[in-house]
């Protein structure tokens, strides 16, 4: 009974280890966001996704290192229980905006109102109020809690009527100008604070492999 347990023990082993070794080659043919969505499908695992990696916003030890891969790159997370495997399936640069600025929702208040209104808020700014606190005091936008900080934002962020104005290259950083979005009735005060930017991006299959 006793070589019989051992037996199987190793067995169990050997197939352990043949399975970990498998794994990392199924990974091999994943080479595209579509297949890395059909391998997660055929996975059924709940902790497996593709997740979407920007230089600016995910400031990461791990993203460092993904950065330096190259496309299909792999890399492996050893803990207890389990192998986490990144590959990285994209790489780009992608163009980014960043301004702050002022919403005055025009369901709110009447149009004659935000036309008087923005012309003073210019003002203000001009004599010396920082444009942060302009924000706070006036947006009726989120925003106002970053002092009207739209942070990094690209093509499709944002209303269409808003980029058009905000991503045309007539504006230098400090200028203010005024944006209208018809669509929504909403009026804009918007300072530009920052050049357009390139950004690295990456996409990367997560992968959770059981050791146990």
């Given at each position: 009974m006793q070589k019989v347990a051992v037996l199987i023990l190793?067995?169990?082993l050997s197939f352990s280890v043949s399975a970990q070794k498998k794994f990392p080659k199924e990974l091999d043919s994943v080479t595209t966001v579509e297949k890395a969505q059909r391998f997660i499908n055929?996975?059924?695992?709940?902790?497996?996704?593709?997740?979407?990696?920007?230089?600016?916003?995910?400031?990461?030890?791990?993203?460092?290192?993904?950065?330096k891969l190259p496309n299909g790159g792999h890399k492996v997370l050893r803990k207890e229980g389990e192998n986490i495997h990144y590959k990285v399936l994209e790489k780009n640069?992608?163009?980014?905006?960043?301004?702050?600025?002022?919403?005055?929702?025009?369901?709110?208040?009447?149009?004659?109102?935000?036309?008087?209104l923005r012309p003073q808020i210019i003002a203000k700014h001009r004599l010396g109020i920082l444009f942060k606190d302009l924000a706070t005091q006036y947006s009726m936008d989120k925003n106002k809690t970053r002092g009207g900080d739209s942070g990094w934002f690209t093509f499709g962020d944002m209303?269409?009527?808003?980029?058009?104005?905000?991503?045309?290259?007539?504006?230098?950083?400090?200028?203010?100008?005024?944006?209208?979005?018809?669509?929504?009735?909403?009026?804009?005060?918007?300072?530009?604070?920052?050049?357009?930017?390139?950004?690295p991006e990456i996409k990367v299959l997560k992968v959770v492999e059981s050791t146990r």
């Open positions: 190793l067995f169990s055929s996975k059924n695992g709940r902790k497996d996704k593709i997740i979407p990696f920007n230089e600016e916003k995910h400031k990461t030890r791990l993203l460092e290192e993904l950065l640069e992608i163009i980014y905006y960043r301004v702050s600025y002022i919403m005055l929702d025009g369901k709110e208040f009447s149009i004659s109102s935000i036309e008087k209303l269409p009527e808003f980029e058009q104005h905000v991503m045309n290259d007539s504006h230098q950083v400090n200028d203010i100008f005024t944006v209208n979005v018809e669509s929504n009735q909403w009026s804009y005060v918007v300072k530009k604070t920052h050049d357009k930017k390139s950004i």
